[in-house]
């Protein structure tokens, strides 16, 4: 079987394609992903030893503002994107068994215009259930398309979202499929995400709720067991001592990323805590020298995490998903997209603390701590990791190789 897998995204978007394409390996697939050029994402795929097809500009860049916006910022990365990825996948799929592709809508939609261009099945697949269509949910705001105030009912919103959608990328999408000689799509989003889109999330932390339109397949998070040794200073520092509360964003920018880490590191000591502080893209640095602080960059966070106190963090369904697998209880600072519901869910779980607002001040870090630290806290998560379904890579691969895999599909053309 030939599989290419796609994203258009961050560390945490990439990274479960990593786990999938081990998975599909091990089944004797041959896997090809597409990917952006950021050089963590390629070392991280030649790691496991999976190529990777550099695919559209830095989310780096773009993420941290060395990208500089222009007046048609969204509609031109928009047309780049779907172009880049129409291109790329058209270019190595040929002969291919199936596409999946995960990440920014333009960038799916160039995938699925190489699905039709080469005559091959598409799968979409989403990391977390609130950017599909659901009575139970309201959609994430599309750029510069904040939700009505005055809106509440979860279908009208949906129903505007598809306006939206439509709105913001048709034109690009549009005018590429022309120049390729693919017919418009009229309903961009529902004909990108399809009548049946995966689901590749927790069932507990990320369950997707009946009734609903759409016939999703949850699969279960897509993970892989991270068996990287943490750096040796690291471990010298986390044999020192009580265990330490772990601070990073992630591939996400903060305001103020100094006030931010010194709240932070300030907070976490008036707990009696020591503290790892993650540089990520937010660039966070230490804000001292003093020897209970440890500043960390690229590093396992499944190892970290499972000797860490607690874990305060953007919300980012990557970084989410492992820290509850970890089973270590987590503070949530939600900036943006999908993060604010993460936030509610480790909330609603128990098993954290969601901090009300994006930039987190001594005081509001102070109180949302002592939640996350305390004894039952920490009960909870060791009993929801409990639960984590950690198969949902092998679930997908399986997935694949029974609806996909050549043998099947001859079997098919042959009856």
Not at 38 to 58: C, I
Not at 155 to 161: H, I, M
Not at 186 to 202: C, Y
Not at 264 to 285: D, F, H, P, T
């Amino acid at each position: 079987m030939r599989v290419v897998l796609s994203a258009y995204d961050s560390r945490g978007g990439v990274e479960p394609l990593v786990g999938l394409a081990v998975r599909l390996r091990e089944r004797g697939a041959e896997v090809l992903v597409c990917a952006p050029p950021d050089e963590e994402f390629a070392k991280r795929l030649a790691e496991v030893g999976v190529e990777m097809v550099p695919t559209g500009a830095s989310v780096r860049d773009l993420v941290t503002g060395k990208t500089p916006p222009t007046p048609g910022g969204v509609p031109r990365r928009a047309a780049e994107l779907v172009a880049a990825f129409h291109a790329n996948v058209t270019a190595v799929a040929e002969g291919f068994d199936v596409l999946v592709a995960t990440g920014l809508v333009p960038a799916v939609a160039g995938v699925r215009s190489a699905a039709e261009t080469l005559g091959i099945p598409y799968v979409y697949a989403s990391y977390q259930p609130v950017s599909l269509p659901s009575p139970h949910h309201p959609p994430i705001p599309r750029p510069g398309r904040p939700l009505p105030a005055d809106v509440t009912d979860h279908r009208e919103l949906w129903e505007r979202d598809a306006r939206d959608a439509q709105e913001v990328f048709g034109e690009a999408v549009n005018t590429h499929r022309a120049s390729v000689g693919l017919p418009p799509l009229d309903d961009l989003r529902d004909q990108v995400f399809t009548d049946r889109p995966w689901l590749a999330a927790d069932p507990v932390l990320a369950p997707w709720r009946q009734p609903a339109d759409l016939d999703v397949l949850q699969t279960g998070a897509w993970v892989l067991p991270d068996e990287r040794p943490l750096p040796a200073e690291l471990v010298a520092f986390l044999d020192a001592g009580t265990p330490p509360v772990y601070v990073g964003f992630g591939s996400v920018p903060v305001r103020d990323p100094e006030d931010v880490a010194r709240a932070a590191v300030e907070a976490i000591r008036a707990q009696g805590r020591r503290v790892v502080l993650s540089r990520g893209w937010a660039e966070l640095a230490g804000v001292d020298e003093q020897e209970d602080c440890f500043v960390v960059g690229e590093v396992n966070h499944q190892a970290l995490f499972r000797r860490s106190a607690a874990v305060v963090h953007h919300g980012g369904a990557g970084t989410t998903t492992t820290a509850t697998w970890a089973g270590v209880p987590q503070v949530l600072v939600p900036q943006g997209g999908d993060q604010p519901y993460f936030a509610s869910r480790i909330a609603e779980l128990g098993i954290g603390a969601a901090h009300d607002g994006p930039t987190p001040t001594f005081e509001s870090l102070s109180e949302a701590l002592r939640s996350a630290l305390a004894p039952e806290t920490a009960a909870r998560a060791t009993a929801v990791a409990g639960t984590f379904s950690a198969d949902g890579a092998a679930v997908a691969a399986d997935l694949l190789f029974e609806t996909y895999g050549s043998d099947r599909r001859q079997l098919g053309d042959q009856a």
